[in-house]
DNA sequence: TTTGTCATTATGTTCTACATAATAAAACGT
DNA sequence: ACGTTTTATTATGTAGAACATAATGACAAA
C-alpha cells in the first residue's frame, strides 16, 4: 500500500503545481486524508526524501525540494546485482557519451581547459605501472566530460565510470586482448587545439576502437 | 535513522554477495541485528522496493531482485520540481545520445529497420498539422535509438524525451525562433543506406543545428 | 528590552495488536 | 493406507497508541 500512496503522494504534489520551498500537509492529515495509517504515509514520505524530493524538519514539518537527479539511480549501480545484458548496456551508453560529446566541448572550451590537458597528458609520458596507467587515463577523460560545462552529464559520467571499468575487467579476465589505439591522448589534444569538432569525433572514435572490435 | 539503515542494509548485501534470488533475513532479525524498531526497518526496506531491489512475499519472506535501473531516476523527471539548470542540462544530454548513436546504429542496423524508417519518412511528407509533425518526429528518432539494439539507451531516451519537448516549449514560449534545419530526416536516411558513420555523424549535426544554435 | 519558563506542535521512534496469506503439520474419514 | 480437511505456525501488512525530541511562540519576570 505504500506503493499506492508513494504514488498518489507525488500527482498531489504534481497536480497542484507544488514547487521546491513549498510545505506540505502534516503526517495525521496526509493519512487521514488518504485513509490509511499514519505509519503508511511514513513509509511513502521515507521513499520520497530518499530520492530528496521532501525534507522534513521538527515542528516545522516538511517541504518539498529539489530531488537529487541521480540518487536512485547511483543506489541500483551495483555489477553484482545486475544482468550482465544491462552492464554491458551500460558500457554502451557511456561509450555513445563520450563519441557524442565532441560539439559540446568545442562550443565551450576554454584556454585553461586546454592548459589542464596538458598537466595530463605530459603526466603520462613516463609512467609504467598499470594503477596509473588507469588513473590517468580517467583523470584525461574525466577532464573532457568537466569542459562540456554540463554538471550533470558529468556526474552521470563520474557514476557509469566504475561499471565501464568493471566490463572492461571482466572482458579481460575472460581472455579478451585489447589492441592499443593509434590515437592517443596526445592526438587527441593536438585536435582540441587546432582541429575541429569532426575531426576529433573522427579521432576519439578511433581511440575508442578497442572497445568497438569487441562489441559487435 | 531509516537513511542509516537503508544504506547499512545494501552494505550487507553487497560485502556478503548477495545476488538476485537470494532470501534475506526477516524484519525483525533485521531489527534487532540493527538494534531498531521494526518500524524502521520496515521504511529502510521500503525504500529498496521502490527501487525494486527487493520483492517480499508473506510468509515467504523477501528476497532480492534485479532492480530497474532508471525507476528512481524516471520518478523524479517532472519539469516544474527541477531547477532550470538541470533541464538544460537534461536537453544537452539528449543531444549528446544523439549525436554519439551512428557507430552503434551504424553497427547494428539491418534492412528490416531501413523499411521501417521508410515507412516513417513516407507518412511524413504528407503532415500539416504541428501535432503530427511532433509525433512523427519522435517517431523518426525514436526508431533511431531502438536499432542501437540497447534497451537502457533506449528507456533512458524515453525518459529524456519529455524534458526535452518542455524545454524546447519553453524556449518557443519565450520567443526563441528555431531555424528549420537543412539536413532532413530523408536525408539522414539516404546516409544510412548507402553512407558511413561519419557521414552520418556529420549530417545529424545539422539536423539539429537549430538547437545547437541556441546554446553557446 | 531581555531573558527565562512553559505549553504547543509536528516529526522521530518504539511497542503492541491484529489481519492476511502461505506453508506445514496434524487430524480425520472413507 | 491414502487423500482430504482442519488447524497451527510463520512472516509480512496495517493500524493505533504512547512517548521522545526539537523547534516555535507566548507569556511572565527581572
Redesign the pocket.
Known amino acids: 500500500?505504500?506503493d499506492v500512496v508513494e504514488k498518489r503522494l507525488r500527482e498531489y504534489f504534481k497536480k497542484n503545481a507544488f514547487r521546491p520551498g513549498d510545505p506540505?500537509?502534516?503526517?495525521?492529515e496526509l493519512?487521514e486524508a488518504l485513509?490509511?495509517?499514519?505509519?503508511?504515509v511514513?513509509?511513502a514520505?521515507s521513499r520520497l526524501?530518499m530520492l530528496g524530493m521532501i525534507e522534513?524538519?521538527?515542528?516545522?514539518?516538511?517541504i518539498l525540494s529539489e530531488p537529487d537527479i541521480f540518487g536512485g539511480f547511483e543506489r541500483v549501480l551495483d555489477p553484482l546485482i545486475l544482468e550482465q545484458q544491462t552492464l554491458k548496456d551500460l558500457f554502451e551508453l557511456r561509450l555513445v557519451l563520450e563519441l557524442g560529446l565532441a560539439d559540446l566541448i568545442f562550443l565551450r572550451k576554454t584556454d585553461k581547459d586546454i592548459q589542464d590537458l596538458e598537466k595530463i597528458v605530459s603526466k603520462s609520458t613516463n609512467i609504467n605501472k598499470t594503477s596509473f596507467k588507469v588513473k590517468n587515463e580517467i583523470a584525461f577523460h574525466g577532464k573532457l566530460y568537466e569542459m562540456t560545462g554540463n554538471h550533470t552529464i558529468m556526474r552521470f559520467q563520474t557514476l557509469l565510470m566504475p561499471i565501464f571499468e568493471y566490463v572492461v575487467a571482466e572482458e579481460e579476465k575472460q581472455g579478451a586482448a585489447y589492441s592499443i589505439s593509434r590515437i592517443t591522448h596526445i592526438d587527441l589534444l593536438e585536435i582540441l587545439k587546432n582541429g575541429s569538432a569532426g575531426q576529433f569525433k573522427e579521432a576519439m572514435r578511433a581511440h575508442l576502437s578497442p572497445h568497438f572490435e569487441r562489441l559487435i
Chains 1, 2 share one sequence.
Open positions: 500500500m505504500a506540505i500537509p502534516k503526517e495525521m493519512a485513509q490509511v495509517s499514519r505509519n503508511v511514513r513509509e514520505l526524501k522534513s524538519k521538527k515542528k516545522r514539518g516538511m
